[in-house]
């Protein structure tokens, strides 16, 4: 008897972590679903972000899909900075434990924060998105 109350705690945390590789499971699967409108897309406990054209949209993700969804086009966007753990500022409203963002300053002065989880992802999409955005003023206007 004794033996069973001492795995029963065990028992627990296996449907817990059960529950939880399900949770994350659904909320990977709707990313994939919203991702396919987008060029390139990136997904990570923070954020979910979505590149088509000159448009960048991101998002909290969720089982039904990223909610809080914001976006802006390249062409409003004047900055694109990367922000780590000790400079990130407080009015980010990042999420809890983000140690990395990428900060866009639009044209108008208003800033958006992109999180993400790991420093090098932040990086690649800053450099893709700064030569895209440097393309995309040297591309002649009709």
């Known amino acids: 008897m004794e033996r069973g109350l001492l795995w029963l705690p ?12 399900w949770h994350e499971y659904r909320k990977l699967e709707a990313y994939k679903i919203w991702a396919t409108d ?3 897309a990136k997904y990570d406990i923070y954020a979910a972000l979505g590149q088509v054209d000159a448009r960048l949209v991101w998002g909290r993700p969720t089982r039904q899909g990223p909610e809080q969804l914001q976006e802006v086009t390249l062409d ?16 980010a409203n990042l999420p809890q ?4 963002c990428l900060e866009l300053t639009l044209d108008s ?4 924060w992109i999180p993400f989880t790991d420093t090098a992802l932040a ?10 955005q440097k393309s995309l003023q040297s591309t002649p206007q009709p």
């Open 97 to 100: 434990g983000c140690d990395v």
């Open 123 to 132: 990086t690649a999409w800053q450099n893709r998105l700064q030569t895209l």
């Open 38 to 40: 987008f060029e390139r």
């Open 76 to 91: 409003t966007v004047t900055q694109i900075a990367l922000c780590t753990s000790p400079s990130l500022p407080a009015t």
């Open 10 to 21: 065990l028992l627990g945390i296996f449907i817990w972590l059960a529950w939880a590789g």
């Open 109 to 112: 002065g208003e800033h958006r």
